[in-house]
């Protein structure tokens, strides 16, 4: 059973819009819930991540939405530019554990100049 | 060298072949994780390392044998895989009680023919 459910697979996105990818979890005791990034050749790095004590979370053109009585949260990139094609994860872990996290199956954004 | 290292970058082995893959991680952190990285799949935890004490096996069949000799360096020993084990090998560190999140290396592209 997949506990993190990650979507879209796949993203094409122009220059300057809006890139939003969705997460939803089914376990309430996650709480920590981290972005990774993946570019090709590259391991994932962590892009950023939220507590489910607050909705809303920005850095940069990055900004993670969460909404914890619908169990999911989302990731929103402002104004992509073509360097942001990557692949994006979410991911979550439960109780203080940092050392295990659930992964979503990633979606592989590419923004078109 | 910083940050997680992983050798090789790629490898090609045989069903009847036995290789070794490394990661040596330069952050003094404390614990250590193999993840198999399956395309269009999630993230997969395969082995958990704190401080060179394996934690965690998940449920990984037997022809993968971690070893962790110290804090900063981890292997996986590999023997009579199945094609199917051919994916992206990826080692990644994180200091207990410290910054949250995985420093991931770059992983080793495998592939078993």
């Known amino acids: 059973q997949q506990q993190v459910k990650q979507s879209p697979q796949s993203l094409i996105v122009q220059k300057g819009g809006i890139s939003i990818i969705n997460c939803a979890y089914e376990?309430?005791?996650?709480?920590?819930f981290p972005w990774y990034q993946q570019f090709p050749g590259k391991g994932p790095a962590l892009l950023i991540a939220?507590?489910?004590?607050?909705s809303e979370k920005k850095e940069g053109r990055f900004t993670i939405s969460f909404n914890k009585s619908a169990k999911q949260f989302s990731l929103h990139i402002m104004d992509s530019q073509p360097g942001d094609s990557a692949t994006y994860f979410c991911?979550?872990?439960?109780?203080?554990?940092?050392?295990?996290?659930?992964f979503g199956s990633g979606t592989k954004l590419n923004v078109k100049p | 060298e910083t940050g997680v290292t992983q050798t090789p970058r790629h490898l090609v082995m045989g069903m009847t072949n036995k290789k070794s893959l490394k990661c040596e991680q330069h952050?003094?952190?404390?614990?250590m994780y193999w993840y198999k990285q399956s395309a269009k799949k999630p993230l997969e935890l395969m082995f958990v390392?704190?401080?060179?004490?394996?934690?965690e096996n998940n449920s990984v069949p037997s022809r993968f044998s971690p070893e962790c000799p110290n804090s900063s360096h981890l292997f996986l020993h590999l023997h009579t895989l199945q094609p199917e084990d051919s994916a992206l090998y990826l080692c990644?560190?994180?200091?207990?009680?410290?910054?949250?999140?995985?420093?991931f290396g770059s992983g080793t592209r495998l592939t078993v023919v």
């Open positions: 952050l003094g952190h404390n614990a």
């Open positions: 376990n309430t005791a996650f709480d920590y």
């Open positions: 939220i507590r489910p004590d607050v």
């Open positions: 990644a560190s994180s200091q207990e009680g410290g910054v949250i999140g995985y420093t």
């Open positions: 390392y704190n401080f060179k004490e394996q934690t």
């Open positions: 991911a979550a872990s439960k109780g203080g554990n940092f050392n295990k996290f659930y």
